[in-house]
C-alpha cells in the first residue's frame, strides 16, 4: 500500500521524473512503434501514429487538483491483494472497493481499470469519426498500456532503493534507439477489462528481476546508483526483458486498438441478436456519392474467409477493408478514402466457404464450388 495519499503526491513533486510510468521518451516510443503492427487498412491509425505519440505522456501531466482521480490510474499495487496470488482478485471495481473501501483501492492504483475505462472512450469516438477524441482516446490509451509494461507500476514494492526512475528514466533515455519492435499483427481480444488484469499480472514476475539487476549493477559499480558504470551495468543487465516488455506494450496497444475499431463497425456485425438465416449478399454503399467516407454493408450465408477490397478505376488494388474469418450474418465497414483522388472506385466481395478454403476462388453465385463474389461501384467526389 501507498503509506498515505500525502506521501504519493510528495513523491511525485519532489523528483520530476518519479512514478510517472516510462519516462516520457518511452511513452514516445510505444506510442509511435505500435504503428509496425497495425493493418494498414486503418487508415486512420496509421496516418496519426505521430500525433498518438505526441501526446502520449499527456495523461502524466494532467495528475493535477482538476483531475483528482488521475494520479491512481496509472499504476496497481496488485500484490496488496492477497487474492492476486490465487488468480481470484476480482475485476470488479464496486466489488473490490465494497470489500477494502474505495480509498484503500484507490490508493493501491486502478490501472486494468483505467485501460478499460480508455477503451471504452475509444469504442465511442471511433463510431463517432470524431478525430480530436480518437487522438487522445489513442494516446491515453498508449500511455495506460504501457504503464502496465513498466514493473514497478504492477507492485506495492514500487520504488525500493529509489530505483523507480532510475530503471524508468535514466537508464532506458540514452538506450531506446537500441530497441527494436518487430512486427507482429494484432489479434482480437475478447474481454479488453480482464485481459488489462492479465496484463498486469504478466509484468508481475519482472519485479523481482529489475530489483535483483540494480543490486547487482551497484555492486558491480562499487555501491554507485549514479555513476556510468551502474547505469551502464543496470541496463546490461536488464536490456533484454525491457525491450521484451516494451515489444509486448506496442502489442497489447495495437491489438486493442484494432479491437476497438472492430468493435465500433469495422467491421461491425449488425444482426447479432438475429437467428434468421442470412444471404450472401453487397449492398451498395451509402452515402454515395461519398467524401470522405462510407459505409458499406453485406451478409454472408456460412462461415467465410472473407475479404472486400477497394479497387480504382484501373483496377488497381487500392484498400484491403477485410480480410478475416467471419460467421454468418450482416456487417457494415466504414471507408475511409483518406488521400485518394476524386473518381470512380469499385469494391468487392468474396467469402470462400470454411471448409473449402483449400480450393481456388472462382468467380460465380451461389451454387458454384470456391469463393462467391460481388462487385459494385462507388463514387468520390471531393
Ligand atoms: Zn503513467
Not at 473449402?356 to 460465380?364: M, Q
Request: a negative charge; aromatic letters at 10%.
Amino acid at each position: 500500500m501507498k503509506n498515505n495519499t500525502i506521501a504519493v503526491v510528495l513523491a511525485f513533486f519532489l523528483s520530476s521524473a518519479t512514478a510517472l510510468g516510462w519516462g516520457g521518451n518511452t511513452h514516445k516510443f510505444i506510442g509511435k512503434e505500435f504503428g509496425k503492427h497495425i493493418p494498414a487498412s486503418m487508415g486512420f491509425v496509421v496516418r496519426n501514429v505521430d500525433a498518438i505519440s505526441a501526446h502520449s505522456s499527456d495523461p502524466d501531466s494532467r495528475k493535477d487538483a482538476a483531475h483528482p482521480l488521475e494520479q491512481y490510474r496509472h499504476y496497481i499495487d496488485q500484490d496488496i491483494y492477497p487474492e492476486f496470488f490465487t488468480g481470484t482478485l476480482t475485476h470488479n471495481l464496486d466489488s473490490l472497493s465494497a470489500k477494502y473501501g474505495s480509498a484503500y483501492v484507490m490508493d493501491n492504483g486502478i490501472l486494468p481499470w483505467a485501460i478499460a475505462w480508455t477503451f471504452d472512450s475509444l469504442v465511442v469516438a471511433f463510431k463517432s469519426q470524431d478525430s480530436s477524441k480518437l487522438i487522445l482516446y489513442l494516446s491515453d490509451l498508449s500511455h495506460y498500456v504501457a504503464d502496465a509494461t513498466m514493473p514497478l507500476h504492477v507492485t506495492n514494492n514500487y520504488n525500493p532503493g529509489g530505483l523507480h526512475s532510475r530503471y524508468e528514466t535514466s537508464m532506458i533515455n540514452p538506450h531506446l534507439t537500441e530497441i527494436i519492435i518487430t512486427p507482429a499483427g494484432v489479434s482480437f481480444v475478447n474481454s479488453p477489462l480482464d485481459d488489462a488484469f492479465s496484463f498486469c499480472a504478466a509484468s508481475y514476475p519482472y519485479v523481482d528481476s529489475v530489483i535483483h539487476a540494480d543490486s547487482a549493477a551497484k555492486a558491480a559499480a562499487g555501491g554507485s546508483t549514479s555513476s556510468t558504470a551502474y547505469y551502464a551495468a543496470l541496463w546490461s543487465n536488464t536490456q533484454t526483458m525491457t525491450g521484451h516488455l516494451i515489444q509486448k506494450a506496442t502489442e497489447k496497444l495495437a491489438s486493442l486498438i484494432y479491437t476497438a475499431s472492430v468493435r465500433a463497425g469495422m467491421p461491425m456485425k449488425i444482426d447479432q441478436l438475429s437467428t434468421s438465416p442470412a444471404v450472401f449478399a453487397l449492398q451498395q454503399n451509402f452515402p454515395n456519392p461519398f467524401n470522405p467516407s462510407t459505409m458499406i454493408r453485406y451478409s454472408l450465408d456460412r462461415q467465410a474467409l472473407v475479404t472486400l477490397i477497394v479497387y480504382d478505376a484501373l483496377g488497381r488494388e487500392v484498400r484491403t477493408l477485410v480480410n478475416r474469418e467471419l460467421s454468418a450474418g450482416s456487417y457494415e465497414q466504414m471507408f475511409d478514402a483518406g488521400s485518394l483522388t476524386s473518381g470512380v472506385y469499385f469494391y468487392r466481395l468474396s467469402a470462400v466457404p470454411l471448409a473449402r478454403r483449400d480450393l481456388v476462388p472462382t468467380e460465380g453465385r451461389n451454387g458454384q464450388v470456391g469463393a462467391t463474389v460481388e462487385t459494385r461501384s462507388m463514387l468520390l467526389v471531393r
